[in-house]
């Protein structure tokens, strides 16, 4: 079983970067993966989807499509969320989890496992 770990949460002031890595025991290359958020008293919001061995086709929700980055290097096992301009609104805990379903649309997307997740948070 894919067991994943996110790392690289902290306190950011706003318009900071931070970047976040997903990292796993097991093979993560034939899976297509997300990032997901949860804010306190909030939904679960997805976030992003990277496609899985080719890693060539990626999604971003509208609320982050410009300021966020997913990408992925097979060689080192590990998938990244690169946050730019941050907002206070982006504080969350964030997860990453292999996805079973397309990445597109991301508002369907089918997770199997997820990580404990790392909290970022966003304030002057």
């Known amino acids: 079983q894919v067991q994943l770990v996110e790392s690289g949460g902290g306190l950011v002031r706003p318009g900071g970067s931070r970047t976040l890595s997903c990292t796993s025991a097991?093979?993560?290359?034939?899976?297509?993966v997300g990032w997901f958020r949860q804010a306190p008293q909030k939904e679960r919001e997805p976030i992003s989807c990277i496609s899985g061995t080719g890693g060539t086709d990626t999604v971003l929700a509208d609320s982050v499509k410009d300021r966020f980055t997913i990408s992925r290097d097979h060689s080192r096992n590990t998938v990244y969320l690169q946050m730019d301009n941050l907002k206070p609104e982006d504080t969350a805990v964030y997860h990453c989890?292999?996805?079973?379903?397309?990445?597109?649309?991301?508002?369907?997307?089918?997770?199997?496992?997820w990580g404990q997740g790392t909290q970022v948070t966003v304030s002057s």
């Open positions: 097991s093979i993560l290359s034939g899976y297509n």
């Open positions: 989890a292999t996805v079973l379903s397309p990445c597109w649309p991301i508002g369907d997307l089918l997770y199997e496992r």
